[in-house]
């Protein structure tokens, strides 16, 4: 495969798990809004994303624009170091 195929190839997987990282969030957080308390995922959420406050627009922003990221911040570092041992 040609190195300007794998790029666009890659960026389109991160763009893919963005996305889905991005609706898996939005659905928890409707979950959260609708379920008992000791169901909710608010605590796991604050742990895993930086600024995240449970029921505010800051926090929400912060939640969405993290996990949006979260694919860049681990899919391109595992690609680069998996395609430097294969290659």
Known sequence: MA???IGQSIRAW???LSLF????Y???IAFGLGAPEQMHMHRAWA???PGFEWLTLSGF???AV???LYAAILLVPLYNH?????G
């Not at 998996?82 to 294969?86: G, I, V």
Request: hydrophobic share 50%; net charge positive; aromatic share 12%.
């Open 3 to 5: 190195k300007s195929a």
């Open 14 to 16: 991160g763009r893919t």
């Open 21 to 24: 990282l991005l609706i898996t």
């Open 26 to 28: 939005f659905a928890c």
């Open 47 to 49: 742990t895993l994303l």
């Open 61 to 63: 922003i912060a939640g």
């Open 66 to 68: 993290g996990s949006f």
């Open 82 to 86: 998996f395609s430097r041992r294969a």
